[in-house]
């Protein structure tokens, strides 16, 4: 019987009792990029993304014009980002792409914010009078607590490591790194009004590259020692059953997207925006495990 190494644990294969072509095994493979989230929100690169969105009812706030956008952001589609319907720029592989749920979101220098709050009410205009008589806006003040967050791109672990060959039959173990999972708060402040905008991180949809997709109700279970080799995943795993050597650089194009709820308070008030989500993709090996009889 051949045993499989999962990132230095014996890993248990199945093993096919006759003769049998060996096949090779390929490394991973870079593909070029095919519109992977194209129109349906803004692509970043970089370890995170800063937010920046409008209404789809069109309305929208400059942001300040001399406010440089940061030196991570690259905008695809023509410098101001892509906005749902727009065109389509190119992105490398394995950088993260947001979307919403009834949101446009966009990067740089270029938009405000504009959220709807509890169930699709605008956000009350005005709030009490700070010292001075000058009144303030909690939407306001939301806004600028809500566009100071920054989520971060997810990154994909696996068992075997994404680095090896994934086996034909064998449990393959997914998860989000602990570091790119959990609570994210900014705070914007004016005299009289504090808000505070919380996203927390729901769920992990995974796209397995061959058809399937993989819905993990949090980030995952990291695979270690005190598994067995041969066991699954409590929470995220998948079994590939075909290999990926008939595919585009003989690899699948694995993704997840992170949904993010975010909620605001401050102000006497509360509100929530609508869904956000970070995906990012790599590529993923998979090869069959054969055994040769030898009279």
């Not at 806004?143 to 994934?166: G, H, M, N, W």
């Not at 004016?190 to 980030?219: E, F, K």
Request: aromatic letters at 6%; glycine letters at 14%.
């Amino acid at each position: 019987m051949r045993r499989v190494t999962r990132t230095g644990v014996l890993l248990s294969a199945v093993v096919v009792l006759i003769s049998l072509e060996a096949g090779l095994f390929a490394a991973p493979t870079a593909m070029a990029d095919d519109g992977f989230g194209s129109g349906t929100g803004v692509r970043c690169v970089g370890k995170g993304c800063d937010l920046r969105a409008t209404s789809r009812s069109g309305s929208s706030r400059r942001s300040n014009p001399n406010r440089a956008a940061p030196a991570h952001q690259s905008v695809g589609g023509g410098g101001g980002g892509v906005r749902g319907g727009g065109s389509r720029g190119s992105r490398p592989a394995g950088s993260p792409t947001v979307t919403s749920d009834g949101w446009e979101y966009d990067l740089g220098n270029g938009m405000g914010i504009l959220p709807t709050f509890d169930g699709g009410k605008k956000a009350p205009k005005k709030a009490d009078k700070p010292a001075g008589g000058q009144q303030v806006s909690v939407a306001a003040v939301a806004q600028q607590a809500v566009e100071r967050l920054r989520l971060p791109e997810p990154v994909i672990r696996t068992s075997p490591d994404q680095d090896f060959v994934q086996v034909v039959n064998v449990p393959t173990w997914m998860w989000v790194d602990k570091g790119s999972w959990g609570p994210v708060s900014q705070t914007a402040r004016v005299p009289g009004v504090t808000v505070t905008a919380t996203a927390r991180p729901r769920t992990a949809v995974w796209s397995m590259g061959d058809g399937s997709t993989v819905s993990c109700a949090g980030p995952g279970t990291p695979y270690s020692s005190k598994y067995r080799p041969e066991a699954r995943s409590p929470d995220c795993g998948y079994t590939y059953h075909r290999s990926s050597l008939a595919e585009p650089g003989k690899a699948f194009t694995v993704s997840v997207r992170v949904t993010w709820d975010v909620e605001w308070r401050g102000g006497g008030q509360t509100g929530a925006v609508p869904g956000l989500a970070v995906e990012a993709r790599r590529q993923l090996v998979v090869d069959e495990v054969q055994a040769v009889v030898v009279r």
